[in-house]
């Protein structure tokens, strides 16, 4: 059911975005999103296929009297991060999203709303449904499972796409027009452990940080968001003067999310129970001297649990799992010389750490410019994985997309933009991966530009979208795609 207040203009919009957002689109599950675009396009006798990827692509002629312009790719990925709050009950294979308005903001209970990439497939959808839109031919391009590590575009082939031109809808701040993005890979890691019985007398309790804001770990990557990993194997290291032994450790969901959560399930002395409540509020006291505003929510949950039959680790695998987390790299590693301050050039997000029948496994990812720079970032990493006797594989390796100030396209949205804002419009590359760079990568003809409304909190339960951004964002998609339909081969 749409909330109360729900926006109503643009219609063509707001009714697609609604749509879309009672279907459920993980990355790998995106046929019932699929299927709703392939109706609409059936349903208006236009030309689809699907590739052996999964990728989506409809064929929109062009409206009359634009025949000639030269065609016009849009871009956006159909899936997207399914994260909610420990509290919510929701199955994100199954479950519709349930949208609610806060303020001037639209967001969904507790879980991540969709609106990465989904507001932007709404307006590619528009462009097929709204007849009152000028248009010339256009290639809408829906690819999949692009937030498990852009497969979609990666398996897509561009020979498929007549266009030299590419609009692509995915980026978050309404105000500012993209022309580069970062590239990325990541690192799967894992190693075996030896467990055993825990000593005599010790007591299963589980120690679970919660609160924290987590999120996109590109785009905010730069905002010294806590990161659930780093903070509870700090809070372990400093009780080793503590009687412990763990069992189990786990924490993060996907590589490109902060970790918002972790927790252990660890073997004590319940006599040293004032100690470690004693650790816990120290921990967080400290942690709330340098940590945003938004991660002040943060909180232990700090309780006895009933394990059959617990396992734990010997104390040279928990010594050897507390010093490579805390010795791991995250956080932005270096900033751009060209861009304002809060562009990151190169990072790393430990994104993912699990301890559990007798294995170790994580995953780190990194985001870059100029992939040069890397070279050190992976040695450090891959040193570090060698001296704790890791075993570990790519498992993402994607181009960047790297900053054409020249692009015509660019400078004809930025005009647009600043015509119908009345205010200078600033020119972008973002810390994330976008799937422009790969398309680009393999056309480099490719002439491309990007743009959105503003979502804050991407990836994280939080993220929500400015409601009064999407009506301007939706005229600069109609005002561009009207010039570039009186344009001629």
């Known amino acids: 059911m749409k909330p109360q207040q729900y926006p109503e203009q643009p219609a063509h919009i707001w009714t697609h975005f609604y749509n879309i957002s009672q279907i459920p689109r993980p990355s790998g599950q995106e046929q019932a999103m699929r299927d709703y675009i392939i109706q609409l396009a059936q349903e208006r006798q236009l030309t689809h296929q699907v590739d052996s990827t999964g990728n989506l692509l409809v064929w929109v002629p062009a409206t009359a009297g634009s025949e000639q312009a030269p065609v016009v790719a849009v871009q956006n990925h159909l899936d997207m991060v399914t994260v909610k709050t420990g ?11 349930t949208l609610q308005i806060d303020g001037p903001w639209l967001s969904a209970d507790r879980t991540t709303l969709g609106a990465d990439n989904g507001i ?15 248009h010339p031919a256009l290639e809408l391009l829906f690819t999949v499972a692009e937030e498990t590590g852009l497969h979609g575009a990666l ?48 007591k299963a309790w589980t120690v ?34 503590l009687t412990w032994q763990l069992s189990t450790l786990r924490g993060g969901i996907a590589h ?54 617990p396992l734990v680790l010997g104390r040279a695998d928990t010594e050897g799992v507390l010093d490579l987390i805390s010795i791991l790299p995250h956080g932005a590693q270096s900033y751009s010389l060209q861009q304002p301050a809060d562009l990151v050039d190169l990072s790393c997000n430990l994104a993912v ?20 720079q890397t070279v050190a970032l992976k040695q450090a990493i891959e040193s570090i994985f060698r001296s704790f006797n890791l075993v570990w594989d790519k ?94 081969a």
């Open 87 to 97: 509290d919510k009950d929701h199955d994100f294979s199954r479950d519709p999203l």
């Open 120 to 134: 932007g497939v709404a307006a590619a959808l528009a462009m097929m449904t709204d007849p009152a839109l000028v």
């Open 155 to 202: 398996g897509f082939d561009t020979g498929m796409l007549r266009a030299n031109r590419m609009i692509n809808l995915d980026t978050e701040d309404w105000g500012e027009i993209y022309l580069g993005c970062a590239g990325g890979y990541g690192y799967e890691a894992h190693r075996q452990l030896h467990l055993k019985l825990p000593a005599p007398g010790l």
């Open 208 to 241: 679970h940080l919660k609160g924290l804001t987590g999120g996109h770990s590109g785009m905010q990557i730069h905002e010294q968001l806590g990161n659930a990993n780093k903070l509870l194997i700090e809070l372990l290291v400093d009780a080793s003067d």
């Open 256 to 309: 490109n999310v902060i970790a918002r959560e972790a927790s252990a399930v660890i073997m004590l002395d319940e006599r040293q129970l004032d100690s470690w409540r004693t650790k816990l509020a120290a921990a967080k006291e400290r942690w709330l001297s340098y940590l945003p505003a938004v991660d002040h929510q943060l909180e232990w949950v700090f309780c006895a649990i009933t394990v059959d039959q």
């Open 353 to 372: 750490v699990k301890v559990a029948n007798g294995e170790l496994r994580l995953q780190a990812s990194v985001r870059f410019f100029n992939d040069q």
């Open 395 to 488: 498992i993402l390796d994607y181009p960047g997309w790297n900053p054409n100030f020249d692009s015509p396209l660019v400078a004809r949205t930025q005009k647009l933009a600043e015509l119908l804002t009345g205010q200078p419009v600033a020119l972008k590359a973002i810390h994330a991966g976008l799937e422009c760079g790969i398309l680009v990568s393999k056309k480099p003809s490719m002439d491309v530009v990007s743009f959105g409304p503003t979502i804050k909190g991407a990836h994280s339960p939080s993220e929500r979208l400015l409601i009064e951004t999407v009506a301007p964002f939706w005229q600069l998609v109609v005002l561009l795609l009207a010039e570039l339909a009186a344009d001629r």
